[in-house]
């Protein structure tokens, strides 16, 4: 029987290490918060991301990577965001719930207006923060498409 994989040490970043534990401790306490790690490559971003998730127990992780590839697609990240999610869209309004269908392809419906998908996943990640309190991770930000882009930063001051 092998041992549990250790935490990831992070030698040498404490202050980052800090800051990502009260932040998680502040979510479980019921506070939000939004945190963006930026630097060049090959400084540790997704070191420190990898460090959040693994110290999010009790929370739902819901992750994104960013892929140079789907650019141009529109609410691809969104829809690799909500994916694990969207059972719960039958219980968005109707007009919320339809924008939602019709941005991420689940329906055939005219595209509909950006503010209607905010605010679909506004409600929806509320809705299910309330369960238990949500990780949203984001990696190679940069390879977010701007459609997606432009739904997490809405949701990202408001939740």
């Keep these: 029987m ?3 994989a250790p935490k ?17 401790a502040a979510t479980r306490a019921g506070s939000s918060g939004t945190l963006v ?12 991301l990898e ?8 929370m739902r992780v819901l992750r994104i990577g960013g892929i ?3 650019l ?11 994916s ?8 968005l309004p109707r007009p919320q719930r339809e924008a939602l269908d ?9 595209s509909s207006s950006r503010f209607l998908v905010a605010l679909a996943a506004l409600t929806l990640l509320s809705g299910v923060a309330e369960e238990r309190p949500i990780l949203c991770a984001v990696d190679d930000a940069e390879w977010v498409d701007d459609s997606s882009a432009q739904i997490l930063a809405f949701t990202a001051r408001r939740l």
Aim: no cysteine.
């Design 51 to 58: 460090y959040a998730i693994e110290g999010a127990s009790g």
């Design 68 to 70: 140079e590839a789907e």
């Design 72 to 82: 141009e697609l529109q609410f691809a990240a969104l829809h690799q965001l909500l």
């Design 102 to 110: 019709a941005a991420l392809r689940r329906t055939l419906g005219t």
């Design 2 to 4: 092998s041992a549990p």
């Design 84 to 91: 694990p999610l969207l059972d719960q869209a039958s219980d």
């Design 37 to 48: 790690v930026r630097g060049e490559a090959g400084v540790g971003k997704t070191a420190l």
């Design 8 to 24: 990831l040490a992070l030698l040498g970043r404490d202050a980052e290490r800090a800051t990502l534990d009260g932040l998680l």
